[in-house]
């Protein structure tokens, strides 16, 4: 009897080491579970964070391209009568050197005066849709800005304007032309020297 109670004994025994030990593996596969359900947590995390800042990206790219659209479409209507402009400068250069002539014969006198209107009505209509005239005059300071030098002459002074060739056109703030003039350049005294013997 009591061999049957030992061998019951081991029995029960071995059968809760069982237990035991398919406790341990259920635990640890539960473990492991919960650390590869964590792993794919961390890993969809991850991947929600990245498609975010994408879609955050593609907001600001979008954002960015409607104000650049935006700021093109503004200096599109700006700027729409620059090649107009364009167009006319050579008439009102032209209006320009004819009205500078001024004639002895008092029929012509009067001719004269009726194109001097017509011009003034013209630098008006265009000074209403945005186009200044840049017109500088003799002994003013040189703007490379504004101001073309085509030639350049000897002077007492520096960067003066010595003669004006054509007035310089802007549409709002953008030039469309710039004025044509004659520049002064102080000459040193190797200058003047050489200038001094070509006389």
């Not at 310089?168 to 953008?174: A, E, P, S």
């Not at 520049?183 to 020297?193: C, D, G, L, P, R």
Request: proline letters at 3%; a neutral charge.
């Amino acid at each position: 009897m009591k061999k049957k109670r030992k061998m019951k004994k081991n029995k029960n025994e071995n059968l809760k080491e069982e237990m035991e030990q398919k406790e341990n593996l259920d635990q640890e596969k539960k473990e492991e579970k919960k650390s590869s359900f964590e792993e794919e947590i961390a890993a969809l995390k991850k991947e929600v964070e990245q498609w975010k800042e994408k879609a955050y990206r593609t907001a600001a790219d979008c954002d960015n391209l409607r104000k650049s659209y935006e700021k093109d479409h503004e200096n599109l209507l700006k700027y729409r009568g620059i090649g107009f402009v364009e167009k006319l400068l050579p008439a009102l250069d032209a209006f320009h050197i004819s009205l500078m002539v001024k004639p002895s014969d008092p029929n012509l006198q009067n001719y004269v005066k009726g194109f001097e209107m017509i011009y003034r009505q013209i630098l008006t209509a265009l000074e209403q849709e945005g186009v200044k005239q840049v017109a500088p005059k003799v002994g003013d300071p040189f703007n490379a800005d504004s101001m073309q030098a085509v030639d350049v002459k000897l002077s007492e002074e520096n960067d003066k304007v010595l003669e004006v060739f054509s007035n310089g056109y802007l549409l709002k703030d953008r030039l469309v032309r710039p004025a044509m003039v004659v520049v002064s350049k102080a000459a040193t005294i190797k200058e003047q020297e050489q200038e001094e013997s070509k006389e």
